[in-house]
């Protein structure tokens, strides 16, 4: 029986233009990393690395483990310490990071056979204390790894991602709403124009097209589509300056990471440093600061320790 296990899950990545609730991928780099240890009665959560809110009501990591606890009937209690690496509000899937964990470990930790599914289906109970909304396009990605496809909790599908493919994402440093998340979901529109439609569907069939074919090109392009990141583009000063700098300077293609701020770009792994260079230097021209780094897609939530 085990008494302790470890787990690291990783940020991802939302949208990618067109798939709006339904597209992410999961990144090699930040994550975080969860320790759960069997005790007696109750949870207890210890945060590292973040300003969290440590109440169970409150906190997506202490959410998801008491959720279960519930479903699973599990009696015994949870000590957890989690080390937050992914960065809190910045649109990398940092609430989706500790969720995906904390279902992954709780699974391990208590041996109770829990497939994907119903791991991304607890998971989501943290993106509803998170954002207002149990949606699954980034638990799904931290837990399943590479590029998924989702339809709710009903079910999703892995794809791996082009080998060549190096991933910039640059973060401004902007004021946001406190929830920032629930305030970028109240600007995406109701009602759509047939045009609209017809656009996103066609991006989000080639971003599919581009994955299944390995062809970075189409995946680039596909990430300029959409009706989420105009919309969302308010929120980001200089935007589609960075955007047209990524593009200019070897980039695929661009999008609005998850809820943003974090500006993503597609390109190949030797044009990497110098298409991040060109974003911060656009957000720069647009006087905002701005920081980031290159990674590439990673694979999903896993446990590194058992005791």
Do not use: W
């Not at 991602?161 to 440093?173: H, S």
């Not at 990141?229 to 695929?252: H, L, N, Q, T, Y």
């Not at 990471?257 to 260079?277: D, E, F, I, M, Y």
């Not at 905002?288 to 897609?297: A, K, L, N, P, Y």
Request: hydrophobic share 45%.
């Amino acid at each position: 029986m085990k008494k302790e296990v470890t787990v690291v899950s990783p940020a991802s990545s939302a949208n990618l233009g067109a798939g709006y609730d339904v597209f992410a991928l999961a990144l090699r780099k930040p994550f975080d990393t969860l320790t759960l240890q069997r005790t007696g009665s109750g949870v207890r959560l210890l945060v590292e690395g973040a300003r969290l809110d440590a109440a169970p009501r409150r906190n997506v990591v202490s959410g998801v483990v008491k959720a279960v606890m519930r479903g699973e009937k599990v009696s015994r209690g949870v000590s957890l310490k989690l080390r937050k690496g992914v960065p809190v509000g910045a649109g990398l899937g940092s609430s989706a990071a500790s969720s995906a964990a904390a279902a992954v470990g709780m699974n391990a930790l208590f041996d109770l056979g829990l497939d994907k599914r119903k791991l991304i289906e607890y998971a989501g109970v943290g993106e509803k204390i998170s954002s207002g909304t149990a949606h699954y396009d980034n638990v799904a990605a931290a837990i399943v790894g590479g590029f998924v496809i989702v339809a709710g909790k009903e079910g999703f599908i892995g794809m791996e991602a082009p080998p060549m493919l190096a991933l910039c994402l640059a973060t401004p440093e902007v004021r946001l709403p406190s929830r920032k998340t629930e305030f970028a979901r109240s600007l995406v529109p109701k009602e759509l124009s047939l045009d609209e439609v017809v656009g996103a569907v066609t991006s989000a069939s080639l971003m599919v097209r581009g994955f299944s074919t390995g062809d970075l090109e189409e995946i680039g392009r596909a990430m300029q589509g959409g009706f989420v990141d105009p919309k969302r583009a308010v929120m980001i000063p200089g935007f589609e300056r960075v955007r047209e700098s990524a593009v200019k300077s070897g980039a695929f293609g661009a999008c609005i990471s998850g809820a943003g701020p974090t500006v993503l770009a597609a390109t190949t792994r030797h044009r990497a440093n110098g298409v991040l260079k060109a974003m911060l230097r656009g957000f720069r021209e647009a006087g905002v600061q701005s920081e980031g780094f290159v990674t590439g897609v990673g694979e999903g939530c896993r446990v590194i320790e058992r005791a």
